[in-house]
């Protein structure tokens, strides 16, 4: 029988260490311009004495801003002096498509959030999520990955977390997207969650709490502040840091089935029918695919499969065939 090997990801902070600690965990990369380089993640460790442990994270995909702002600055001003516990903050996970500013490695084309459980010998992006999955996943209680858009998609601000088999695990994870509070709060639903971060932490029972918080591949001033406080409100919640919560209102959503996604079936260019946050009746025209090869052909019309509201849409102006157009959500009474 095979052994797994080790992860040659080396740490430079120690996980166990009372105070503050900003470091690295480094990942050899021989290279051409660097024979024997590495990438150097960035990671930053609070801990003060005994309690639950918080696993931090925003940069999954490289184009998504909220996070990495929120949590850099956490790590800046978190005084461990009000942490009872641990916070292992790691603000672009996917640290080499957050430099290049895509929502995949430019090394190798890896989406972090489809690579999981990784391999300690595959690719830069699959030994990241090894590590994740080995090494800092068992660690913490509670795992928050912050998420937006990118440059393909808008959202309308919301924290969100799964419904899964453990319901009291279930519980936790929406009390914590509750005190996050965002304007929004979802029950989602994924279509494609094999190999996501999210799928490995709730499979070893971790509450795990996620966002989408904007798009259009920037961040805006409402969503870093919605990011800010949210996290904050989480470690509260949870006990980890001292403070009340900031409680402000949300509105619940619920992605309930697969008809919440409506899919470009041509090239063109996209028309949005309905703004974000606006209400949507079945059958109603989300948007218009234009073809721009010739002029004289009616446009193509893309219609919401279910009543609700407008929660997410395409943002650059052109659009290919299977591009996600529109999300619908259902509001929840």
């Given at each position: ?10 740490p430079?902070?120690?996980f ?12 050899p ?18 801990r003060?004495?005994n309690g ?5 994270t ?8 909220e996070?990495?702002l ?6 800046r ?23 290049a500013g895509?929502?995949t ?9 489809r690579s ?17 999955q080995?090494e800092?996943l ?10 937006s ?6 959202f309308?601000?919301?924290?969100a977390?799964?419904?899964v088999?453990d319901?009291a ?27 996501m971060y ?8 971790k509450?795990?709490?996620?966002t ?6 920037t ?12 996290i ?8 980890i840091a001292s ?5 402000g ?24 029918m309905?703004d ?5 009746e ?16 009616a446009?193509r ?12 849409r ?20």
């Amino acid at each position: 029988m095979s052994t797994l090997r080790p992860s040659p990801i080396a740490p430079t902070v120690d996980f166990d260490k009372d105070g503050v600690q900003h470091g690295f965990l480094r990942l050899p990369y021989s290279r051409d311009d660097s024979a024997w380089g590495s990438v150097m993640i960035p990671i930053c460790v609070i801990r003060n004495g005994n309690g639950p442990a918080a696993l931090l994270t925003g940069g999954n995909h490289g184009d998504e801003y909220e996070g990495p702002l929120a949590l850099y600055e956490l790590a800046r001003t978190l005084d461990p002096k009000t942490v009872s516990g641990t916070v292992i903050i790691v603000p672009a996970m996917n640290y080499p498509a957050f430099r290049a500013g895509t929502r995949t490695s430019p090394i190798d084309k890896g989406n972090m959030n489809r690579s999981f459980p990784g391999r300690p010998e595959g690719t830069v992006t699959e030994k990241i999520a090894d590590y994740f999955q080995r090494e800092l996943l068992p660690r913490a209680d509670i795992v928050f990955d912050f998420h937006s858009g990118g440059r393909t998609l808008d959202f309308v601000p919301f924290c969100a977390a799964h419904t899964v088999p453990d319901k009291a695990q279930e519980q936790k994870a929406f009390a914590a997207v509750e005190a996050f509070s965002a304007p929004f709060s979802m029950r989602m639903t994924e279509i494609d969650a094999v190999g996501m971060y999210d799928t490995a932490a709730e499979e070893m029972g971790k509450v795990f709490v996620s966002t989408e918080l904007g798009g259009g591949g920037t961040s805006r001033a409402e969503t870093v502040r919605i990011a800010r406080r949210g996290i904050l409100n989480v470690l509260r919640h949870v006990g980890i840091a001292s403070g009340a919560v900031e409680k402000g209102t949300t509105q619940w959503l619920d992605m309930p089935s697969g008809d919440c996604f409506a899919f470009a079936e041509d090239d063109g260019m996209i028309e949005t029918m309905v703004d974000l946050g606006e209400p949507v009746e079945e059958g109603a025209v989300l948007a218009r695919i234009h073809s721009t090869g010739r002029t004289g052909i009616a446009p193509r019309e893309i219609r919401a499969k279910m009543s609700g509201m407008l929660a997410a849409r395409h943002f650059p102006g052109l659009v290919k065939a299977g591009d996600c157009a529109a999300v619908v959500a259902v509001l929840v009474e």
